[in-house]
C-alpha cells in the first residue's frame, strides 16, 4: 500500500503554440489529475483530439507540460530511470526494413540496455508466444500489419518494463490474433506488470481493462472501475481516481438493478410505487429495472416485496456497456 | 550506458551492408580495379630525346649546319649528312620563322627531335673520325668495343643516344640512363623523361591524387550523400521516432550516432577503393604508399560536412528531398566561394604579387609574379606597367634575374619561354633604360636555362644556370650586327655576349641551383643540390674555385643563398639555415627555420651584418648577424610579404597586394611607403571573397591533405629538378581544411542537437 504507483499526473495541462508569425494557444490537456496504481491494466478512453496521444507524450517526455507534474513509478518525467522501466508500443509502429523479427527485437532490446546476448535469449520465447517464431527470421518488409503489431508488442516487454503502455496493440489484428494479444496481455498483468493501455475498441477495453479513464476535449470526465461505470447511472464529471467530484457525490451516485419477481402485478406496483421504475410483465413473471442509492435501500425494498407477497426469483445489478457508458458520459459533458 | 549507442552505429552498419546501393556501387568499384590492374611500368635504358631533354632546338640545329658548312669531320656534320634533304630543309625553314613566331619555335623542337630521334636508330651514326676529339662516357666506350652486329637494337639506340649527348651536352640534357615506360597489359607508352623514383613522386603528388579525389572526392561524395541523405528524416517518421524517444537515451546522443552511422556505407567503399590502389600501385608499379590507407579518413571526413548539412536539414525538415536539396545547395555555395578565392587569387592577385624589387636611384622598379615590369609613378601613386614594344603588348614572360645595372643605368632582365620542365628556346637579355622611360629593349643573348643574373662588386654582369657561370662580355646596351646567309644568321660581331668565366671547363650544375654575388668583393658563392662552391676571381675574368662545403641531410628541393661582408648565408627549403665564412665557407653557425613554411629567399645588407628572411607563407624574418653570437631570428611580419630587396640605401619589402616599404635599420621603421590605390578586384578579394573563404568549410581543399599524407610534402612541386622551383612551389598548410571542416561539422551538429533537445513531438 506504501508502493509508489506507476503512474501519478497532478494538474497536468498541455497548451501547444501553433503558428510561427500568428502565434495561437492551442490547448490540448487541461488540469489532469490521475494515479494508476502498479500491477492495474488501465484503459485511457476518449474520441480524436481529446488529448489522449498528449497525455502519453507527456509521460514519455516527448513533449513538455505547460503547467503540473507527472511521476513515473515515483520519478519525475521526463527520466531516464524512469524510461528504462517501461515499454512502449506506438500507434503505426515503423521498423526499419533491413530488420528481421528477430534481429529488430535484438535491436530494441540493446536499446533497452539488454546485451545483445541476453535480448536474444528472452526474444525468442517471446515470438513463440506471440506466434511469430516461424517468421523470425524474415525481413519485416515481409510483415503484415498485424505481425508488425505483435512485433512491436514483443519489443515493448522484451527487457521486462514495469509499466507498458500500448496505443491500439491490436490494430490491423484478427480475431484470433487478438485473442492471442489479450491472453499474452493478461499473462503479463499477472506477472504485476502495470498495462496503460489506448484503444478505440471499447471492446477491447471491456474485456482488459481493471479501471479506465475518459478524456473529452483535454479534460477527465471520469475516472472509475469497469464495474463502476457499466453499472452505475450517469452522473456529472469526476477528476479523482475513484471517486467523483463534489461534496453530494456519494449521494448522486446510484446504481441500476433489474429484478424478476413473481406474483401478483398490483401488489408488485404497489410496493413500487415510491420510485421510478420500468415494468415488463410476461407469463406470470416480472422484470423490473430501477435504481437505488445504496444497500439499504435494496435491503428496504426486498422486505416490501416480501410483505406484498412477491417472490424475488433473481436480483442484480443491471450492466450497460463500456461504450453505451462512454457515449452517455460524453453526452452529459458536453451538456451546457 | 554506451551500450544502446553502440547498438545504433551497429544497425548503421547493417543496413548498409543490407543496401542495394552499397553493392552497386562497390561493384563499380570492383570494375575500375579491374579496368586499372593491368597498369605497369617498365625501365629500360635511356635512348630516344623526350621533350624536355631537347634544351636549345635552334642552338643545336645551328651548331649542326655549323659544323657541316666546316666540312670536317664532327658529330655535328655526321648527323646533318645523315638527314634527310627534305628534313634539312624543313629545318631550316623552322628555324628562320622560329626568329619571329613562338609557335614556329615549339614545331622547331618537335621536328628537330623527330629527326634525331630516328638518327639514334640508325646502325651507321658512329663515325670514328668524328668523335675522336670526344670524351665518350665509360658505357659507351664499353660498347663501342662489342661488334656493332652483337649489339641489340636497344643498344645500339643507347649507343647513338650516348654519341648524340656528350658533345652537344648544353644543347641535349640527360637525365640519367634509364626511362621508364608505363604498361597496360600488352601496350607500352614511349619512354618517358623520368626515373622510376620520379615516377613514384609523380603518382603520390598528382595522379593518385587526381584520380581518388575525382572518384571518391567528387563522384563518391554526389552517391554517398543522395544514399545517406533518408537515414536522418527516416528516423522522425511518427512510428519511428515515438519508440526511440522512449527508450533511455539521450536525443543529442542518438543523432550523433546516427549521424556517425551514416558514416558505414561510405566507409566501406572508401576502404575497398583505396584499399584496392594501394594493392594495385604497389604490386603492379612498386609503389608501396601506406599514405592512402590515412587517406581514407580524410575521405570520411569529407563526407562528414556534406552530412552535417544533410543532418541538420533532416532534423529540421525531416525530408529527404530537402536535405539532399539542401546539401547540394551548400556543395555549391562552398565550391563557388573556393573556385572564386582560387580563381580571384591565381588569375587576379597573385599575378599581381611583387616577386623582386629593384631599387634605382630615385626609381622604384618591380617585376611581378607574371613577370611584368612595373615602375612607380609618384605622379600618380600608382604602378605604371612597363611593355616592350614590337611585342603587341604582351608582357615578358617570367624566366628569372632582375639587376640594376649602375653604370649604364639600366636594368637588366631575362626573358625566355619557361616550361614547368626547364626553358623552350633561347633566353635573350633585355635591357630597360632610364633614358628610353625604362622600356624593356632586347639585348644578347643569355645561356640556356640561365636561372639568375648578378652583379659584381666592379659592376660585372654574370649569369648563372646549370651549364655554369658567364660573364657578359661588352656594355649590356650595345647591340651586335648579324647576317643572314643562307638561312643563318651569322653573327658578325660588335655586341655583348655571355662568355663563360670559371677556371673550370663543362661545369654541370645539378639543380636546385642558387647564386649570390659579394657587394663589395669579387666572390660569387654557388648553392647547387648539396654543395656550396665559393668562387673568387683571379684577376683574369676567371673565377677559381677558392673553397667547397657540403650541406648536411638529403637534397633540399630549393635553395637560396646570399652573401656580403664576412658572411655566407645558405639554407634549403626546410632548413636550417647555415652562415658560414665567406672566406672558406667555414660553418660559423646554424639556426633552425619554422617547420610549418618553407623558406623562400634571403636578402643580406650590403655589409653582411644583417639580414632578412622571406617564407612561403609571407612570414618576414629578421636576424641580427653583428654581435658574433648566436643569431636570433625576430619574425618582423605575420604573412603576405612577398618579396626582399636589400640596397645600400633600405631594407625593402613588397606584400600584398601591391604595396612596397622601404624599412631602415634594425629597428626596421618604415622610411617610405609605395601603395596604389585597390584595384576593383582587390577590394572585392580582400574584403569579401576572403573573409567568406575564411569562414566557410572548405572539402575541395581536403585535395591537399591528400597529398600531404600520399607525399609527406607541405608543398606542391614537381619531382624533377627545375630551373626555377618557386614557379611550381605552392606553399599549403594541409590541416585547415580539416580545421575549418571540424568547425562546421560540430557548429552544424550543435545546431542540430539544439533543435532536438528543443523541438516537441
Known sequence: ?336 | MIRPYLAILNDAVREAMASRVLWFTSGLVLLLLAALAPIGYQVQPATELAFAELIDAPGLLEKLQVDHARGTPSPGQRIWELLAPQERQRLTQLAKDAARDGRAAVRLHQALREALNGVIHRPDLYDPAAWDREALPREAQELLTRPRASLSALELARLNRLLLQTPFDRHVRSRGGQSVQVTYGRLASDPLPFSKRQLDELLAQWVLPTVVGWIVGGFGMVAAILVTSGMIPQMFDPGSIALLLSKPLSRSGLLITKFLGGCAFVLINVTLLLGGLWLIAGWRLDCWNAGLWACIPVFLFMFLVYYAVSALAGVVWKSPVISVGLTIFFWLVCFAIDLSHDLLNDLAMRPQRIRQIAAAEDTLLTRTESGVLQLWDAAQQDWQVLRVPGRGGRNLPLAGGLVYHAPTQSLLLVEGLQTPLGPLGRMTLYVARAEDAWRPKEGPLVPSSTVGLLLTSDRQVLAYGQEGLFRLQGSPTSTGRSLSLLGLNVPLGGGAEFRPCLSEPRISWEAPLAAAADPREKKVVVASGNRVLLWVEDGQGRFVRHAQHTLPGPRPKRLSVAMAGPNVLVAGEQGPLWRLSSDDLAVRQSVPLPATAELQQIAIRPDGLAAALLFDDGRLWKLDISSGGPMQPRQVHAGQVTALAWSEEALWVADEPQRVRACDGPGGAVQAEYAPPLARTQWLFHYVVRPLHLLSPKPRQLQQTVQYLLTGNESTTLPFPVADPTRLTRPRDPWAPVRSGLVFIVVALTAACLYLERHEF
Not at chain 1, 123 to 136: K, N, S, T, Y
Not at chain 1, 192 to 207: K, P, R
Not at chain 1, 278 to 291: A, K, P, S, Y
Open chain 1, 1 to 336: 500500500m506504501g508502493e509508489t504507483p506507476a503512474i501519478e499526473t497532478q494538474d497536468l495541462s498541455k497548451t501547444y503554440v501553433l503558428g510561427l508569425v500568428r502565434r495561437r494557444a492551442q490547448p490540448a490537456l487541461c488540469g489532469v489529475t490521475l494515479r494508476v496504481q502498479r500491477g492495474e491494466v488501465f484503459g485511457l478512453l476518449g474520441s480524436n483530439g481529446a488529448g489522449k496521444t498528449t497525455f502519453v507524450k507527456l509521460l514519455l517526455g516527448m513533449v513538455r507540460p505547460t503547467s503540473g507534474q507527472a511521476r513515473l513509478l515515483g520519478w519525475p518525467v521526463p527520466s531516464q530511470e524512469a524510461r528504462r522501466r517501461l515499454g512502449y508500443l506506438p500507434e503505426n509502429l515503423r521498423v526499419p526494413a533491413h530488420l528481421t523479427g528477430l534481429t529488430a527485437l535484438t535491436f530494441y532490446g540493446q536499446l533497452s540496455h539488454l546485451s545483445a546476448r541476453e535480448a536474444r535469449r528472452r526474444a525468442w520465447p517471446l515470438l513463440e508466444q506471440l506466434g511469430l517464431a516461424a517468421r523470425a527470421n524474415d525481413s519485416v518488409r515481409t510483415y503484415s500489419k498485424g505481425m508488425l503489431q505483435r512485433l512491436g508488442l514483443a519489443q515493448a516487454v522484451l527487457h521486462e518494463p514495469e509499466v507498458v503502455f500500448l496505443d491500439e496493440p491490436t490494430d490491423g489484428m484478427d480475431p484470433v490474433a487478438r485473442a492471442q494479444v489479450r491472453t499474452f496481455l493478461k499473462e503479463l498483468q499477472r506477472r504485476g506488470t502495470t498495462i496503460f493501455l489506448n484503444s478505440h475498441l471499447l471492446q477491447e477495453v471491456e474485456m482488459l481493462c481493471d479501471r479506465v479513464a475518459i478524456l473529452d476535449r483535454g479534460r477527465l470526465r471520469q475516472v472509475s472501475s469497469l464495474v463502476e461505470i457499466t453499472t452505475a447511472l450517469p452522473r456529472s464529471s469526476a477528476d479523482e481516481s475513484g471517486t467523483r467530484a463534489g461534496p453530494d457525490a456519494a449521494q448522486d451516485a446510484e446504481r441500476e438493478l433489474e429484478l424478476i419477481l413473481q406474483g401478483s402485478q398490483a401488489a408488485i406496483e404497489q410496493a413500487l410505487a415510491d420510485r421510478p421504475c420500468e415494468m415488463n410483465f410476461h407469463d406470470g413473471v416480472t422484470r423490473v429495472h430501477l435504481g437505488v442509492s445504496d444497500q439499504a435501500a435494496v435491503d428496504a425494498l426486498v422486505d416490501r416485496l416480501r410483505q406484498a407477497g412477491v417472490s424475488l426469483l433473481c436480483l442484480m445489478p443491471r450492466r450497460r456497456s463500456l461504450e453505451q457508458a462512454y457515449l452517455q458520459i460524453v453526452r452529459e459533458s458536453a451538456a451546457p
